[in-house]
């Protein structure tokens, strides 16, 4: 591990390997950054001064100043893999106490103008991008067949198209929060149980649930009437960030029939603010498991598919003030279909597919009940409570003020990123927004 | 009727009564204007020079400036109900003969400088806004029937759910495109008849159809965790477009179980650029019919609902050159769902609606097989092809390069508008956008 000029925490997530990207807002104003340790780089006010670097690293024929003078990540995303690459050799170089660079090494005074701390109260994280549309798949048989099971029962769990095709769902990109923003149960038709026949009733949604994803920010943008193939569909992939698309089970059962979720999951889809890009998880590229049936042209590239071996966990904490308990620790390689399979198939009938776009995996669990990630399999529909220890710590779904909160680990250096919101309900005649409280 | 100072051709579509709006582009940059007869007005110069008529029509706190020169509807959308009144009173009494503005009928420079010829070469017509997300509902009953008929049976044909709650589906945004953009037919999944365990192969969509819709842009926005009340739903809407949603009937029927439509659809929804704004519509209010169950409280509003009495057509011209024949002629009233029962249900979560989302219907089929709006209901799944005239004019599913054109009928005078778009086969390897050619 080479050692940075930043200072960085023992066991910070945000190591000189990760750098991930993400936007700050500074009195007002919004900044594309870089992250490293508790600090951000202003990439704005890096190629202001330093637009030689740019130059000599390989931004040829893109104009570094307005990719990253722009409000959000979408202009940088849109550039594609090249200048991607190059701006973490830049930074890589001049972050490092070896580094090649030495423009801010060597100047304090630049380097305190470029890199700043995050724990400035005039600081706060946003949205890294302008998400245009997000799409939702279903990507992982454990979780497809764990759900179907509990729906539809065990001979039609895993519906006939789902091993052909990667089914998945056009999401609400409104709703897309970043991590930190208050969450609050929604309001919603449901039909009690054995009730027939059904008849709904309104109110808070009682099975409140996360479902942990891993969601995937859209590089270079594509046209109408383009479609991408599977073997060009890593150049339109930027990075990831981790995502709880929250999930509302009593009205998704009510409603879903027969065009899929609807307001069951438009009330709120949490993501982490630091987009970690496809060159930081390189090192943890494994080959994916075979598929059988092996799938049509289209959807195979030839080569072995490669996913990633990268630890996912979820752990909750109960308002009651107890530490937060693990409720879930899963493998993002678990996933049936890669990502570059779900772009190759969203975008097959010519749907462009733009820098800033999210499309996420679906709920990553894994084959142990103790990789389920929902709440739904882990305490499977209500039948098997899990506990979060203390006074009222058993759990069939989420409680109100319980605080969710997942991470990412690459290995014990790169990636580990949080995702917290809480819950409170929302009386239906009561429409303000609840306050968040980080913890 | 009022007479204009603008020529307005005898059964134009666009009349003083009329007045949508929309955006052109003009030598690259792109302009809010309204539409009267063939000619636009330019709202941003309008603007730049009256400012004090606009001060005071009820401009009071909005900076009509500011909302008038972006570079599409948006900001106007989002200004609300009054700036758009406004807009409308002090367009009509420029434009009217009689008008009590005079400042145009007066100034000759200053209405060439502000009112302007569309058929100048130079002149584009772009899409009228920034679409956020685009929801698709499914709110005929007869429609819903039909297609439940053939895909699921008599039986389960209406589900359980969809007399209870407005059934819905969130689409994709990227490809909305505005009419006259080339269509091509797109590549999928799908199983052939009466193969089993199913099996699919991928080709070109054999089932490409048409669904003529109307659709709604939202108006002023919401935010996260603030419900649209039943009450309030009409004022978070601007206008209404025309819409044909696309529609790969092969491919819808294996991949939407059990998370809905998907590529079926995202390969483009077509609407029409001129938005006819909700006062334009106020002439053609009727009652609603009476909902039977009474919908819950939250999507009642208590007093009697209302709907539009407008007539909405189809024809489709074959490409040997015939003339348009008119397959479809139904009513918007035929809904069982009003567009603030939508807006309502779709937000009741807390989902935020943001100026210039897109809120479409669903195929606006009547009860009369005359009046179903998409050849899989028109044509019965194909066991009753209809007729185009000529040689090749028999139609189960459309064929490449056949132009579908849809009409809406307020009365003799107001707002009939046209959706272009040709189809031609995309080869699997060949992802070339097709080139319009307009009728």
């Not at 870089?34 to 637009?51: C, N, Q, S, T």
């Not at 609400?172 to 309001?187: C, F, L």
């Not at 590239?301 to 071996?309: A, E, I, L, P, Q």
Request: glycine share 8%.
């Amino acid at each position: 591990m080479r050692r940075s000029i930043v200072d960085i925490r023992e066991g910070s997530d945000f190591p000189l390997e990760n750098l991930p990207y993400g936007v700050v807002s500074e009195g007002g104003s919004r900044h594309v950054v870089a992250r490293i340790g508790d600090y951000f780089v202003k990439m704005g006010v890096l190629v202001e001064r330093l637009p030689e670097v740019f130059d000599s690293y390989g931004f040829d024929h893109v104009d570094a100043g307005n990719v990253f003078s722009a409000d959000s990540l979408n202009r940088f995303m849109d550039a594609g893999v090249e200048p991607r690459k190059a701006t973490r050799r830049i930074l890589t170089e001049l972050l490092a106490e070896d580094g090649e660079l030495n423009q801010l090494r060597n100047n304090p005074e630049l380097k305190d103008e470029v890199v700043k701390p995050l724990d400035d109260p005039s600081i706060s994280v946003q949205m890294p991008a302008v998400i245009g549309d997000y799409t939702d798949f279903y990507a992982s048989k454990y979780h497809a067949e764990n759900v179907g099971i509990m729906m539809r029962g065990k001979d039609n769990a895993l519906m006939p198209n789902w091993k052909h095709l990667p089914v998945g769902y056009h999401g609400r990109s409104s709703s897309v929060v970043p991590s930190g923003t208050a969450v609050h149960r929604p309001n919603g038709q449901s039909v009690p149980a054995n009730v027939d026949p059904p008849v709904p009733s309104f109110g808070p949604c009682q099975m409140l649930d996360f479902e942990l994803e891993v969601a995937c920010f859209v590089g270079k943008s594509s046209h109408l009437g383009n479609p991408i193939t599977i073997e060009n569909a890593d150049k339109h992939i930027f990075g990831i960030v981790l995502m709880n698309d929250w999930s509302a089970r009593d009205i998704q059962k009510w409603e879903y029939v027969p065009l899929g979720p609807f307001t069951a999951k438009n009330f709120a889809t949490t993501i982490s603010p630091w987009v970690m890009t496809w060159e930081a998880l390189e090192p943890f590229r494994v080959p994916a498991e075979v598929q059988d049936p092996k799938p049509l042209p289209y959807l195979d590239g030839g080569s072995v598919r490669k996913t990633f071996d990268v630890t996912l966990d979820v752990s909750i904490r109960a308002p009651c003030g107890e530490s937060p308990v693990r409720v879930c620790r899963t493998n993002y390689k678990h996933l049936y279909w890669t990502v570059e399979q779900m772009i190759t198939h969203h975008s097959v009938t010519g749907c462009p597919m733009r820098a800033g776009d999210l499309i996420a995996s679906g709920t990553v669990s894994g084959p142990e009940p103790e990789s389920f990630a929902s709440m739904l399999e882990l305490a499977w529909k209500g039948t098997k409570p899990i506990q979060l220890g203390g006074e009222n710590g058993e759990r069939k779904f989420l409680h109100d003020l319980d605080e969710t909160r997942a991470c990412i680990f690459c290995d014990e250096n790169v990636g580990r990123e949080a995702i917290r919101a809480l819950l409170r309900t929302c009386e239906p005649d009561s429409c303000v927004m609840v306050l968040i409280e980080l913890a």
